[in-house]
């Protein structure tokens, strides 16, 4: 399934109100990471309250023990202050990486904003080497923006 074939259906679950936000959360990562091959662990960050960190939300995926990530550290650390997406083609490129997985080769953030303010964020890792494209990135925006709606 291409991702603009995947946009109808992520606006089903997103206006699918009669579930939890939690539920439609859960959905989408479960959608993604199923119909997108290079997708391998999909699940969303929030703000942890007023603290400085994020909180591990809905995800699919291998369980990881990142359930807290202070701002500044890791890729969505560092999303959390720039507000700004962060393709990484090669983590063992970066140096503020925080490593998940050994299998891990290649991340993607993308924040997302409620009244401009950035609560969170979709975070995806790739076993794939560089396999984020900017049809990704623009295809990530379009999910964050709505799911801002289902959390405004």
Partial sequence: MTLQELKPLILDIVNASEKTVDARLLAICSLLEKEIAYYNWVGFYFKNGDKDELKLGPYVGAPTDHTI?????????????SN???????????????ACSIHVKAEIVIPI?????NIGQIDI????????TQADETFLEFVCQNVATMLA
């Fill in 69 to 81: 990530i202070p701002f500044g550290k890791g890729i969505c650390g560092q999303v959390a202050v």
């Fill in 113 to 117: 904003f409620v009244n401009n303010q």
């Fill in 84 to 98: 700004k997406n962060f393709v990484v083609p090669d983590v063992s490129a970066q140096d503020n990486y925080i």
């Fill in 125 to 132: 890792d790739s076993n794939t080497a560089d396999p984020f």
